[in-house]
């Protein structure tokens, strides 16, 4: 008689093991000869080593579904026992599966043009409206290239910049005075990994979440990058994200030129990267709009109605012969461009 110890790694045990235990508890059943004791993420078994042998093989398998679609009922169990293979409907479009087992997929077009454009390419940007799934898709497609092995780390960035407010000096430790301006990218990650697995994979920096200032002189290797709300960034801290690139690297840019909250002196580093980037080879743009909104049906009108005021707003002023500020700034991407 053998004892093995087996390690559950990158899945939620709670999920493994089931409400109650109830899938370990048919594990179990599955291999009477063998003595079964799981505690934590650690499965001790006792028995045969030909008997172990085949419940190693039956555990990773186990493992591997639940890793990958953060879920498990008794039929795939028994399925994997009987080496069949589990059926999975409508997996076709799915980039991750979600911590309730629900399949993420693009829901629009351009979403999808998205996920094509990170395939064929090793920098991408992604702008477009609030709603429109830019900054959940991209986190989305960096958790798969994480679980398939693609990368050995995910970086998350994001300027820390005001939305209009005065925030002061903020309390805390360095974590707890940029927790606030990253808790969009901690509730997409909440999504994807379970929580204890979310909190170790930050604990091993595999996950890092930084303010853009920590990016200088960074070269990053083996990784998805993802600068958030990119419309903030000025040009230098634009190009100096952009040339933080290493082997293996993709990036994501995302972003909202409608949403821009520095000063208005400054100009934003997403818009002129954008202007000039736009025919680089290896570098796909896509460009996301109010069709691709998927929160509340409220936030199509909202936009709608932005939109409408803005329009209004450019004819009093060309009524007037006055430039509007988006006309004042193609302008200046005219000029740039011609020099």
Not at 266 to 290: F, N, P, W, Y
Request: glycine letters at 6%; one cysteine or more; charged letters at 30%.
């Amino acid at each position: 008689m053998i004892e093995k110890h087996i390690i559950l790694e990158d899945i939620d045990p709670v999920v493994f093991y089931g409400a109650n235990n109830c899938h370990m508890q048919m594990i179990k059943a599955l291999y009477p000869k063998l003595r079964i004791i799981a505690r934590d993420n650690v499965v001790k078994v006792m028995g045969e080593e030909e008997e172990i042998a085949n419940f190693e093989r039956f555990i990773s398998e186990v493992q591997a579904w639940c890793s990958k679609y953060n879920s498990l009922k008794d039929e795939v169990i028994l399925d994997i026992f009987n080496g069949n293979r589990p059926i999975v409907e409508k997996e076709g479009d799915v980039i991750v599966f979600s911590i309730s087992g629900r399949p993420i997929t693009p829901r629009t077009e351009n979403q999808l043009r998205l996920v094509k454009a990170y395939e064929n390419s090793d920098m991408v940007f992604a702008e477009g409206p609030a709603g429109s799934g830019k900054t959940y898709t991209a986190i989305a497609l960096a958790v798969r290239a994480l679980k398939s092995k693609e990368v050995k780390k995910i970086v998350l960035c994001r300027p820390a910049v005001e939305a209009g407010e005065k925030l002061g000096f903020l309390p805390g430790d360095m974590r707890e005075k940029i927790d606030p301006y990253l808790q969009p990218l901690y509730d997409a990650l909440e999504d994807m990994i379970p929580a204890a697995k979310l909190k170790e994979y930050m604990e091993l920096n595999i996950i890092q979440i930084a303010p853009l200032a920590f990016m200088r002189g960074r070269t990053l290797n083996d990784a998805v990058v993802i600068l958030d709300e990119a419309q903030n960034t000025t040009i230098s801290q634009i190009k100096m994200f952009l040339t933080r690139m290493g082997w293996n690297t993709k990036m994501i840019i995302t972003g909202d030129l409608t949403q821009i909250d520095l000063p208005s002196s400054q100009r934003s580093g997403l818009a002129h990267a954008l202007h000039i980037l736009d025919e680089v080879e290896g570098i796909s743009i896509i460009k996301l709009t109010k069709k691709d909104i998927i929160r509340h049906k409220l936030v199509t009108r909202v936009v709608e109605a932005y939109e409408h005021d803005l329009q209004q707003e450019r004819a009093a002023k060309a009524a007037s012969g006055e430039s509007s500020t988006e006309e004042k700034e193609q302008e200046k991407r005219t000029t740039i461009k011609n020099r």
